[in-house]
């Protein structure tokens, strides 16, 4: 069995593939530790599947999964963490935005007696100020009102020991945020420092509605804040009903006219009904991802797996 198991998911990262590799070859055998790569290609459409099949060819230690259709970025780690056999699992994305050297500095920790090494992002290159400024504001919100702590500026570039991963393995929630997760299961847990480069090639994989996908799913999985947020909001409109009575009764008796007239209606049922429909459609977040967690379907369908094993590791 190898010692460490390094996970990649791919979808369409033709053009990174090859390079990752080598990188990841030379980085991984100075180590001088037994190591296998598990690439999982994740529904790509752009030839990536071929270059995974050709290297799996000439190197016993390239290990291919293969989706049946695209499954997502955390669905793809998922299927990886299943493969992996290693003592340890490093996951590292696919374009060389983490540098592979970075791995030996969390094997260094893992040594140490750390079981979740992540590398935190002290700084990123050539990523737009609109990436910059979403990613930021969505780490520091998830920290507020989630109930785990999970660390700021810290993506699923990790290293995870055995024990952690048999965990998490267990964990078959399907709106999945590893990073949570594996700050969930607890043990020893530090951070690395690591300067995130640019992308190697290609387009990012993650538009602004996969973003906000996996915040939500990081939202919904981790705090009820968006619920309760409801009741709060409910307390908030009731108490004002409440004090308006009396002012808009002394202010009658006094002759007023300022709360007579359909704008102050208007307004009213307006404002009472946004609220309703965001609380309804809060609810509806929720319901939906416990219905589909009831359905029980695979997290993720193969179509190819490494050699000597079965399929039916979902
Ligand atoms: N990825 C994936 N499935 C997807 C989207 C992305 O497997 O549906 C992979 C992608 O190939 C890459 C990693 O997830 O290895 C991170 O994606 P990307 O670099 O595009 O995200 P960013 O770094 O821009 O946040
Ligand atoms: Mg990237």
Redesign the pocket.
């Known amino acids: 069995m190898p010692e460490i198991s390094v996970v990649v998911p791919v979808f369409n990262e033709a053009c990174c593939l090859d390079a990752l590799y080598h990188r990841l070859c030379a980085v991984m055998d100075s180590s001088h530790l037994d190591w296998e790569l598990i690439l999982v290609d994740d529904g790509s459409g752009d030839g990536s599947t071929d270059i995974i099949r050709g290297l799996a060819e000439q190197d016993s230690r390239v290990r291919p999964v293969i989706f049946a259709r695209n499954f997502g970025h955390q669905i793809a780690v998922t299927a990886g963490l299943d493969y992996s056999r290693g003592q340890a699992v490093v996951i590292i ?1 696919a ?1 060389l ?1 983490d540098p592979p050297e970075v791995i030996l500095e969390l094997i260094a920790k893992w040594r140490e007696g750390y079981q979740v090494v992540y590398a935190v992002r002290k700084e990123r290159e050539g990523e737009s100020w609109f990436k910059l400024a979403t990613a930021s504001l969505f780490y520091r919100l998830i920290y507020r009102i989630t109930d785990v702590k999970i660390p700021l500026d810290t993506g699923d570039f990790r290293l995870m020991d055995r024990q952690v991963v048999q965990v998490l393995n267990t964990m078959r929630e399907r709106h999945r945020f590893l990073r949570g997760m594996s700050a969930w299961v607890g043990f020893r847990q530090i951070g690395v420092p690591y300067k995130r480069a640019a ?1 190697f090639g290609g387009e ?1 994989k993650y538009p602004f509605r996969k973003m906000l996908r996996l915040a939500l799913n990081a939202i919904t999985g981790f705090s009820y804040f968006p619920l309760q947020l409801a009741t709060y909001l409910g307390f908030l409109a009731a108490g004002v009903s409440i004090l308006a009575i009396p002012v808009v009764v002394i202010g009658r008796l006094a002759g007023s006219k300022a709360f007579f007239g359909q704008a102050t209606t208007l307004i009213a049922v307006l404002f009472l009904g946004g609220v309703q429909l965001i609380s309804l459609g809060i609810v509806g977040e929720y319901l939906g991802r416990v219905y589909d967690e009831v359905k029980g379907r695979p997290l993720y369908v193969v179509s190819e797996v490494p050699k000597q094993e079965d399929a039916d590791q979902t």
């Open positions: 994305d374009d935005q992308r990012t």
